[in-house]
């Protein structure tokens, strides 16, 4: 299936759902024969007549009285000459609702009567009386100009001089009386993941909010009763989030400022700002159930319409009155049988209002209706030619679903008045080339996308006729763009319109916005006028679906805002302060249950942890043996002094130490214990030095505070190793009869760290003669340094050598400052830091290599 135009219209039978219903009017009684004359009898006659009659009818002379009451009627339509004239013409002595509007459209303009015998002797004109006569003065000219002028411009009030100079606004506010929050329709513009906005249509929510304290002496109080969701609401340009939505919408006055006069409590108005004082970016916020406005900004409803229209429907006033005053003032070249071209006839209230005026005023709209989802041919290349739109694939395939609702509309808008619907400005070329029609004069554009102006530049006359293309919809807030050559060649005006600029720019025409509204309301009476609209109740109804029922082009029905009235407000406050209140006490609650946890469970970290490296430790109540020894070298039958290494990886560390005895003296020995083979080094061994946290140093920096479970695992397997390692040398010392201060340790990794921590907890009886720790991983020193405060000094200093590799990511920069740091605080430690150049986290032969070299200032002579 493929869009494609065709010469017939689609026509509904009278048993469809969308159509509207028509009412035949009865006709009246002859007149004439109730009083008893020729239709052609003269005005004396007609009274003669009626005099004689109306005495013999008489209901006090046994007359009927419904027989003496028609002919009442009669004679006082008959002696009316416009009356009888209409009567004569067509039947009827009233105006019908659909004349009544004709009549009162553009001055009458669009009025169209039968052609009366007289009108050629009429339609003989002499030159003399075609002479427009100008003023016969020029201060008969002054005069008629200073009555044309605006005379509320021309005075100036008390109002104005207050708004105009200083006064003290604080004793003339007015406190508001409603006290709680209201609900507040909130948008907030849509943002990719960097924070920027990425425009189209705004997310929206519901929530109640706060109402400043006070009105101003000029400012009212509104209570909304109905807001409709137009593109102003849905594409609103915002730049921040929590912006309250809406720029028009009724309600009744609530409070009125001090120096209002004009309006009283429970006055109906319409709130229609100025556009100056109001933008897409900061609106008024009309999206609330009670919203403060300025006086001038509010219109007040007159009680005619309320009378007749729901709220909803008078809140589409200025939808409405925007598409008569289009009409009336952009199409005064237009005659009835013209062409209106349309690009919006099926969004929301706007198109349904343009397309019931046309179909008043006889006047043929031509309808371009474009789906999303559907296949688009775009008009591109000179004005006027052909070859713009020939070219143009029109076989692509629709999708089912856009099919049907594509047939649903058009149909819903030829029954409303369209008298062709096109899918595309493509399809409506081909159309008017087929059947030889004359492309519209007028073209309205509702859309307002980028490319919208330019297709319906191809569809309309050349500009030297007259035409004008006019934007009046807010659309999705894009820029327009039209080529110049396009523009130049086609040679037209394109117009903007905005009923809210419009009614502010002239008292009469808020007047004149109203007797609209009133004309409108004969026409909703007599069924010739629909108003569909569907509503939504905020604070109950999900708000997120109305705005995206308004924004689906498939649905033109017109989606209305309403809200909750104040006692509802009242109690949902009430029952919100007291949920509210529930969700504070068991938040508290909750809060003093985990701050009772979390002291409990801080106060047993801190016992565990000051348990830790003592006599009372689990550690020292429950051993777990010595570690084992996975090498010996040098003199290990007699020695004078004992070297112990402890490092990470058995296997590849002995390779290296293999080659350490040959560089000794004769006395020494040399071990090597392993702590990974230990059953208690099993999780230390699994912790994986190249972790985040382990690279970027926050590993090392955490303190008691930010301990976990986990973390104190680690420094109870750290005590048990060293512990086991005190034990393992202990025999060895107890078989050579050496002591502690003739043992120097050499530790990498881990062991180092296992190590550091049994010497600095004076797990060792006495202090060692030296340690040489090549990239020792040390865990928490801020921990460590902490407990060594307070431990008593030694007599002797023990000397620590500090082997760094410039390139090991486990050991980073911050860590060495903080370890260098707190060691050289240690009252029985002398520090010594190095490094090996181009050097990674490993025990190899560069190590070995700087081992050979400290090790005589270790071991002495």
Same mark, same amino acid.
């Given at each position: 299936?493929?869009?494609?135009?065709?010469?017939?219209?689609?026509?509904? @039978?009278?048993?469809?759902?969308?159509?509207?219903?028509h009412?035949?009017?009865m006709?009246?009684?002859?007149?004439?024969?109730?009083?008893?004359?020729?239709?052609?009898?003269?005005?004396?006659?007609?009274?003669?007549?009626?005099?004689?009659?109306?005495?013999?009818?008489?209901?006090d002379?046994?007359?009927?009285?419904?027989?003496?009451?028609?002919?009442?009627?009669?004679y006082?339509?008959?002696?009316?000459q416009?009356?009888r004239?209409?009567?004569?013409s067509t @039947?009827?002595?009233?105006?019908?609702?659909?004349?009544?509007?004709v009549?009162?459209?553009?001055?009458g303009r669009?009025?169209?009567e039968?052609?009366?015998?007289?009108?050629?002797?009429k339609?003989?004109?002499?030159?003399?009386?075609?002479?427009i006569t100008?003023p016969?003065s020029?201060?008969?000219?002054?005069?008629?100009?200073?009555?044309?002028?605006?005379?509320?411009?021309m005075?100036?009030t008390?109002?104005?001089?207050?708004?105009t100079h200083?006064?003290?606004?604080?004793?003339?506010?007015t406190?508001?009386?409603?006290?709680?929050?209201?609900?507040?329709?909130?948008?907030?513009?849509k943002?990719?993941?960097?924070?920027?906005?990425m425009?189209?249509?705004?997310?929206?929510?519901?929530?109640?909010r706060?109402?400043?304290?006070?009105?101003?002496?000029?400012?009212?109080?509104?209570?909304?009763?109905?807001?409709?969701?137009?593109?102003?609401?849905?594409?609103? !340009?915002?730049?921040?989030?929590?912006?309250?939505?809406?720029?028009?919408?009724v309600?009744?006055?609530?409070?009125? /400022?001090?120096?209002?006069?004009?309006?009283?409590?429970e006055?109906?108005?319409?709130?229609?700002?100025?556009?100056?004082?109001?933008?897409?970016?900061k609106?008024?916020g009309?999206a609330?159930?009670?919203?403060?406005?300025?006086?001038?900004?509010v219109?007040?409803?007159?009680?005619?319409?309320?009378?007749?229209?729901?709220?909803?429907?008078?809140?589409?006033?200025?939808?409405?009155?925007?598409?008569?005053?289009?009409?009336?003032?952009?199409?005064?070249k237009?005659?009835?049988?013209?062409s209106?071209?349309?690009?919006?006839?099926?969004?929301?209230?706007?198109?349904?209002?343009?397309?019931?005026?046309?179909?008043?005023?006889?006047l043929?709209?031509?309808?371009?209706?474009?789906?999303?989802?559907?296949?688009?041919?775009?008009?591109?290349?000179?004005?006027?030619?052909?070859s713009?739109?020939?070219d143009a694939?029109?076989?692509?395939?629709?999708?089912?679903?856009?099919?049907?609702?594509?047939?649903?509309?058009?149909?819903?808008?030829v029954?409303?008045?369209a008298e062709?619907?096109?899918?595309?400005a493509?399809?409506?070329l081909?159309w008017? !080339?087929?059947?030889?029609?004359?492309?519209?004069?007028?073209?309205?554009?509702?859309?307002?996308?980028?490319?919208?102006?330019?297709?319906?530049?191809?569809?309309?006359?050349a500009?030297?006729?007259?035409t004008?293309?006019?934007?009046?919809?807010h659309?999705?807030?894009?820029?327009?763009?039209v080529?110049?050559?396009?523009?130049?060649?086609?040679?037209?005006?394109?117009n903007?319109?905005?009923?809210?600029?419009?009614?502010?720019?002239s008292?009469a025409n808020?007047k004149?916005?109203?007797?609209?509204?009133?004309n409108?309301?004969?026409?909703?009476?007599?069924?010739?006028?629909?108003c569909?609209?569907?509503l939504y109740?905020?604070?109950?109804?999900?708000?997120?679906?109305?705005?995206?029922?308004? *924004?689906?082009p498939?649905?033109?029905t017109?989606?209305?805002?309403?809200?909750?009235?104040?006692?509802?407000?009242?109690?949902?406050?009430?029952e919100?302060?007291?949920?509210?209140?529930?969700?504070i006490?068991?938040?508290?609650e909750?809060? *003093?249950?985990?701050?009772?946890?979390?002291?409990?469970?801080?106060?047993?970290?801190?016992?565990?942890?000051?348990?830790?490296?003592s006599?009372?430790s689990?550690?020292?109540?429950?051993?777990?043996g010595?570690?084992?020894?996975t090498?010996?070298g040098?003199?290990?039958?007699?020695?004078?002094?004992?070297l112990?290494?402890? /490092?990470?990886?058995?296997k590849?560390?002995?390779?290296?130490?293999?080659?350490?005895?040959?560089?000794?003296?004769?006395?020494?020995?040399?071990?090597?214990?392993?702590?990974?083979?230990?059953?208690?080094?099993?999780?230390?061994?699994?912790?994986?030095l190249k972790?985040p946290?382990?690279?970027?140093?926050?590993?090392?920096?955490? !303190?008691?505070?930010?301990?976990e479970?986990?973390?104190?695992?680690?420094l109870?397997?750290v005590?048990?190793?060293?512990r086991?390692?005190?034990?393992?040398?202990?025999?060895?010392?107890?078989?050579?009869?050496?002591?502690?201060?003739?043992?120097?340790?050499? /530790?990498?990794?881990?062991?180092?760290?296992?190590?550091?921590?049994?010497?600095l907890?004076?797990?060792?009886?006495?202090?060692?003669?030296?340690m040489?720790?090549?990239?020792?991983?040390?865990?928490?020193?801020?921990?460590?340094?902490?407990?060594?405060?307070?431990?008593?000094?030694?007599?002797?200093?023990?000397?620590?050598?500090?082997?760094?590799?410039?390139?090991?990511?486990?050991?980073?920069?911050?860590y060495?400052q903080?370890?260098?740091?707190?060691?050289?605080?240690?009252?029985?430690?002398?520090?010594?830091? !190095?490094?090996?150049?181009?050097?990674?986290h490993v025990?190899?032969?560069?190590?070995?290599?700087v081992?050979n070299?400290?090790?005589?200032l270790?071991?002495?002579?």
């Amino acid at each position: 299936f493929r869009f494609q135009e065709c010469s017939r219209k689609i026509v509904l @039978g009278p048993c469809a759902p969308s159509s509207p219903k028509h009412f035949v009017d009865m006709a009246e009684p002859d007149y004439y024969s109730l009083i008893g004359v020729d239709r052609n009898a003269t005005l004396h006659e007609i009274r003669s007549k009626f005099r004689a009659k109306v005495l013999a009818e008489h209901p006090d002379k046994g007359g009927d009285p419904k027989k003496f009451q028609m002919m009442n009627k009669a004679y006082n339509i008959l002696t009316d000459q416009e009356k009888r004239r209409r009567y004569d013409s067509t @039947g009827r002595a009233e105006k019908s609702a659909e004349e009544e509007f004709v009549e009162g459209f553009g001055g009458g303009r669009l009025h169209f009567e039968p052609r009366a015998k007289d009108a050629d002797e009429k339609a003989v004109v002499s030159l003399e009386n075609r002479i427009i006569t100008q003023p016969a003065s020029h201060e008969d000219g002054f005069a008629e100009w200073l009555r044309q002028r605006d005379q509320s411009s021309m005075v100036l009030t008390d109002k104005d001089f207050m708004k105009t100079h200083l006064f003290n606004s604080a004793e003339l506010a007015t406190k508001v009386n409603h006290s709680g929050p209201v609900q507040h329709v909130l948008g907030s513009p849509k943002t990719d993941a960097y924070g920027q906005v990425m425009g189209g249509a705004v997310q929206v929510q519901a929530k109640p909010r706060p109402l400043k304290k006070t009105i101003d002496h000029d400012e009212v109080l509104v209570r909304m009763l109905a807001v409709p969701v137009d593109d102003s609401m849905i594409y609103a !340009d915002l730049k921040k989030s929590g912006v309250c939505l809406g720029m028009t919408g009724v309600g009744r006055i609530e409070q009125a /400022g001090s120096r209002i006069e004009d309006l009283r409590q429970e006055d109906a108005v319409i709130i229609l700002p100025k556009p100056t004082k109001f933008s897409s970016e900061k609106p008024v916020g009309t999206a609330r159930t009670l919203v403060p406005c300025n006086e001038e900004d509010v219109i007040k409803v007159p009680a005619e319409i309320l009378e007749e229209l729901t709220p909803e429907q008078i809140s589409l006033t200025p939808t409405i009155v925007s598409a008569y005053i289009v009409l009336e003032q952009y199409g005064s070249k237009l005659s009835p049988g013209d062409s209106v071209l349309m690009n919006a006839a099926h969004l929301s209230a706007s198109g349904s209002a343009l397309l019931q005026l046309c179909k008043l005023l006889k006047l043929k709209p031509l309808c371009i209706l474009s789906l999303p989802g559907a296949p688009k041919s775009v008009v591109k290349g000179e004005y006027g030619s052909k070859s713009a739109w020939q070219d143009a694939d029109t076989r692509q395939a629709s999708p089912p679903t856009v099919r049907a609702q594509y047939e649903r509309i058009s149909e819903l808008l030829v029954t409303m008045g369209a008298e062709e619907v096109f899918p595309d400005a493509v399809a409506l070329l081909r159309w008017r !080339d087929r059947n030889q029609r004359m492309l519209p004069k007028l073209a309205l554009d509702g859309i307002a996308t980028r490319d919208s102006v330019e297709q319906l530049i191809h569809c309309v006359q050349a500009g030297d006729k007259e035409t004008q293309i006019l934007v009046y919809g807010h659309g999705a807030a894009q820029p327009i763009e039209v080529s110049p050559p396009l523009l130049a060649a086609w040679g037209g005006k394109i117009n903007g319109f905005n009923i809210a600029r419009w009614v502010h720019s002239s008292s009469a025409n808020i007047k004149k916005l109203m007797a609209v509204m009133e004309n409108i309301t004969k026409l909703v009476r007599s069924n010739k006028f629909v108003c569909d609209t569907v509503l939504y109740k905020v604070g109950e109804d999900a708000i997120s679906d109305a705005f995206s029922r308004a *924004a689906d082009p498939a649905d033109s029905t017109q989606v209305v805002l309403i809200f909750p009235t104040l006692q509802e407000e009242q109690q949902t406050s009430k029952e919100e302060e007291r949920k509210e209140k529930q969700r504070i006490a068991l938040a508290q609650e909750q809060e *003093a249950a985990r701050r009772k946890e979390e002291e409990e469970r801080d106060k047993l970290k801190n016992e565990w942890l000051n348990l830790l490296f003592s006599e009372q430790s689990v550690a020292a109540m429950s051993p777990e043996g010595p570690l084992p020894v996975t090498y010996e070298g040098g003199n290990m039958n007699s020695p004078k002094q004992l070297l112990v290494y402890i /490092g990470d990886n058995p296997k590849t560390d002995n390779v290296v130490l293999k080659e350490l005895p040959a560089s000794l003296d004769s006395g020494i020995g040399l071990l090597s214990a392993s702590w990974s083979e230990h059953p208690a080094g099993e999780a230390f061994a699994e912790f994986n030095l190249k972790a985040p946290e382990v690279v970027d140093g926050s590993w090392y920096l955490r !303190d008691r505070i930010a301990f976990e479970n986990s973390d104190l695992d680690m420094l109870h397997d750290v005590e048990l190793l060293g512990r086991s390692l005190v034990e393992t040398l202990e025999s060895r010392l107890n078989e050579f009869g050496l002591n502690w201060s003739q043992v120097s340790i050499i /530790g990498f990794g881990k062991g180092a760290g296992v190590a550091l921590y049994a010497a600095l907890f004076k797990l060792f009886p006495i202090p060692l003669k030296s340690m040489i720790l090549f990239c020792p991983v040390v865990p928490f020193p801020n921990f460590l340094g902490e407990r060594i405060q307070h431990l008593q000094a030694s007599p002797a200093l023990l000397k620590v050598f500090l082997v760094w590799g410039n390139r090991s990511r486990c050991t980073p920069g911050s860590y060495r400052q903080l370890l260098a740091q707190i060691l050289r605080k240690s009252q029985y430690v002398h520090c010594t830091p !190095d490094t090996i150049p181009d050097a990674d986290h490993v025990f190899d032969s560069k190590s070995l290599g700087v081992l050979n070299q400290i090790l005589p200032l270790c071991l002495g002579k």
